[in-house]
């Protein structure tokens, strides 16, 4: 059965909003391990996303967690690179354009504050096989800091472990 032109649009569609939510629930799990890591070890909760790095890179240089600063250091400085696409994954404006031969691409819009009354539209372009590729890489990311995190809990006895 031949797929017509509006469901190969609707079909683009569903499948970029899908992917759009894996990008943000890889981004999700990280923030919420980074802010747990902190409130157990700094007794105090990190709300943005700065704080968190800031506070993870903290631990990261206390003696009893040495063995973990290169690790902490490494995957606090990789989060830094996915969440400009979770800024226009979450708060931005998708929209999709197919041509007639069903080339397409999809264009991002977001605001970013750039002071008191001041904002600028950002805008970027991306398709399927990048928005796949970012699933994937963050995907492996998420697994990473779990690893790290897991071992983290276990050698340091910092339960509740909140991932298992």
Partial sequence: MEVSQDQAHQNLIDEAIYLRGRIIAGYAQVEFLLAD???KLEY???YRIESR???VRKIAEMPEYEAYRYDLN???DELLIYDELRQFM???FMRAEVDKVGDHRFQLLRY????EGKYELMQSTTDI???KQAVSDIGSYVGEVMSLFERMYREKKLEPMPIR
Avoid: D
């Fill in 53 to 55: 790095i800031k506070g």
């Fill in 44 to 46: 105090r909760f990190a």
């Fill in 37 to 39: 890591l902190i409130s």
């Fill in 90 to 92: 979450a708060h931005g």
């Fill in 112 to 115: 970013t504050r750039e002071g």
């Fill in 74 to 76: 490494r995957l606090a």
């Fill in 129 to 131: 096989p990048r928005l």
